[in-house]
């Protein structure tokens, strides 16, 4: 319709409500900061094999204990026996703040924790985004038929959201994730591996479709009797062109507002699941195992457990910065659950 | 007020089925997943046949799923004395009692410092809106809600422990519990940097509520008119605006506190070595203990639904209009 209109009304016409929106956030100060230090960590992590492979040469899954470096022009080795307690453990080298030799020191296998913190890095946005994705996507379906479908239908969701609603978000994923982690996940035909990092995925996106779901129902139960909608229905278009082209605009700014708060909500699920090593199996690595590892050694070298916790709190910030801006362009009334 | 009962009344009903159906759920997450056989958990590794038909039959493991499900709940609820399946003999129930003061003592004295200091926040950057401290209010706002609570624990305890614990920190007691009946001083003093901890994750998040709603608070027509009639800016803001913005505050915290007691709070418990119900029930996962999973994990639900229903009612009881929906 609107290429035929004449070009003089196209000339005046507004700009529209996505246009807008990413006006607001480019005029927004602290969501750019938040976007530039996100890139940052995107690209960092994404570059991890280039940094294991061409400056720190080394593989950070591979075991190094008995594995030498050089500190100062001297050789000296990775990990050296513990001299406190019953001498039993290992102390591994601490920070050399040398790139090409264990820039963030070794952990207790003698790894390098750095390169294992950019590979940790892409674990856990991959995750994250991932499972935040799949949950708004899911959510949003599930909020946009129960809220138009009614009755029945409306009645059974509702009810199933409210029990996973009722169930705390950590025991549930913990839950599901003890018992998929022994033999993975087959429904029908979606198998995955039970040391997949497509589990957690799984099991985060599942734990989150109620926060989406509920507030996208209650606007759902708005727009149904708005006059357009009415009006829709009236003029008989069919019900997926109407919830397609009438509900469907209506509800995406908030879903899309939900994206990166729920980017930031997996990725610290996740951590906490691998942190209780029921989240990422090894061989792979993610900020919440690395933590995990760390814990043996927090008393002598607390960087293994520090720095990414640090990176998690930081990318998690960055994400919910990020987040307000974009609720605050599209949909400033989004709310989710406790009103974050 | 008899609708409100009659809402009170419904509102249970629906509570009680909510934790039906989370009985059923968890009782198929564990029994009913493909793959997923108790039996050989409980056997241990490498089992011959016959001691899997065994452990099967002696655990009652072989009897169809709706009379398991039936049995496991009579004995946790009627006769309540479910048993351990890891450490047969151990009763489930007394394990729960057990658990639950050195949770609720967590999360009460939490509650009490995340509230204190998120109203005094919230208020604060609604009246200095626009001011430098209202950014720095909301600064600490998202730090809380981005912190990983168990990375937070274990900092904390890095700081107290080793770092300054032979300076500043020498009075800080070695993780763990101690009774409130048995040494009220030693209680509180093992129980101050977890309560802080997870204090310091929830205060932002009620600041920010609270400010959002002090501020839309502040232009409503009814500040108007309190104004109109001469009334002090501070009667205004304590006695008009932040009466009515704390409802949402409130509901909130019904959510959080139910969720928290319920076992919301087992990063922290874990951390700093306190035996409640969160623990518990991370101990009883990791061994797939399945009646104590069942008992902790419907305590927990106990609590969620209890405080969505009191939250509801709550609701209705302020606002006429959720009655009917």
Not at chain 2, 284 to 297: C, E, F, K, R, S
């Amino acid at each position: 319709m609107t290429a035929t209109l004449p070009r003089l009304r196209e000339a005046r016409r507004s700009p529209g409500p996505w246009r807008t929106a990413a006006g607001d956030l480019l005029h927004n100060r602290a969501a750019l900061a938040a976007a530039v230090v996100l890139l940052v960590v995107v690209v960092a992590s994404l570059c991890a094999p280039l940094y294991a492979a061409h400056i720190a040469h080394t593989d950070p899954f591979q075991s190094h204990v008995s594995g030498t470096t050089v500190v100062d022009g001297k050789t000296v080795p990775v990990l050296t026996p513990s001299s406190t307690g019953l001498g039993l453990g290992v102390t591994p080298i601490g920070p050399t703040w040398d790139p090409a030799h264990y820039f963030l020191g070794a952990d207790n296998q003698g790894r390098d924790v750095m390169a294992r913190l950019l590979y940790g890095g892409r674990t856990s946005l991959f995750i994250g985004f991932t499972a935040a994705l799949i949950s708004c996507a899911v959510g949003t379906v599930v909020g946009v038929v129960a809220g138009y479908a009614g009755g029945a239908v409306d009645a059974v969701i509702s009810r199933v959201l409210d029990v996973i609603w009722a169930f705390p978000v950590y025991l549930l994923a913990i839950c599901l994730s003890v018992v998929l982690l022994t033999n993975g996940l087959r429904l029908g035909p979606l198998t995955v591996d039970a040391g997949s990092l497509w589990l957690p995925v799984a099991i985060i996106a599942a734990i989150y479709v109620p926060y989406i779901a509920r507030p996208l129902r209650g606007q759902v139960l708005v727009l149904r009797n708005k006059e357009f909608i009415q009006a829709a229905i009236g003029s008989g278009a069919p019900v997926p062109r109407i919830l397609r082209r009438e509900v469907l605009p209506n509800v995406l700014p908030t879903a899309l507002v939900f994206v990166p708060l729920m980017t930031a909500l997996a990725m610290l699920t996740e951590s906490a699941l691998s942190f209780l090593s029921v989240g990422v199996q090894p061989p792979d690595a993610s900020w919440g195992t690395i933590i995990e590892d760390g814990l043996g050694l927090l008393y002598t070298r607390p960087t293994v457990t520090i720095a990414p916790g640090l990176l998690i709190a930081l990318t998690t910030a960055a994400l919910n910065v990020l987040g307000d801006g974009v609720r605050d362009a599209l949909d400033p009334g989004a709310r989710l659950r406790g009103g974050v | 007020m008899r609708l409100v009962l009659q809402f009170a009344v419904k509102r249970f009903g629906s509570a009680l089925l909510v934790m039906f159906a989370i009985s059923v759920l968890v009782f198929l997450i564990f029994f009913a997943t493909p793959g997923v056989d108790p039996a050989a958990r409980i056997a241990g590794r490498n089992a011959d046949p016959a001691t899997l038909a065994q452990v099967r039959h002696s655990f009652g493991l072989d009897r169809p799923l709706p009379v398991r499900y039936l049995l496991m709940m009579r004995h946790l609820l009627i006769d309540r004395d479910l048993e351990s399946f890891v450490n047969r003999g151990s009763r489930v129930i007394p394990q729960i009692v057990q658990a639950t003061p050195v949770t609720l003592s967590l999360v009460i004295g939490a509650a009490v410092i995340w509230m204190t200091a998120g109203l005094l926040m919230g208020t604060a950057a609604a009246t200095l809106r626009g001011k430098a401290a209202d950014p720095l209010i909301m600064l600490v706002g998202v730090v809380g809600v981005s912190l990983p609570a168990y990375w937070l624990g274990e900092v904390v305890n890095l700081i107290t422990q080793k770092q300054l614990h032979d300076s500043v920190f020498s009075w800080v007691p070695p993780p763990g519990y101690v009774g409130l009946a048995k040494d009220p001083g030693q209680w509180a003093l093992h129980l101050l940097f977890p309560w802080l901890t997870l204090a310091l994750l929830y205060a932002g998040i009620y600041a920010r509520l609270l400010r959002g709603e002090v501020i839309s608070a502040l232009s409503e027509d009814y500040v108007r008119t309190a104004r109109a009639k001469g009334l002090s800016e501070r009667r205004i803001l304590v006695r008009h605006a932040l009466r009515c913005s704390l409802i949402p505050v409130v509901s909130l915290f019904g959510l959080d506190f139910g969720a928290l007691v319920g076992g919301a709070a087992l990063l922290t418990e874990v951390v700093f070595g306190l035996p409640g119900i969160g623990k518990l029930t991370y101990d009883a996962l990791q061994n797939l203990d399945l009646p104590v999973i069942m008992g902790t994990v419907l305590y927990a639900a106990f609590f969620v639904v209890l405080a969505n229903a009191l939250v509801d009612i709550l609701y209705a009881r302020l606002d006429p209009r959720a009655r009917h929906a």
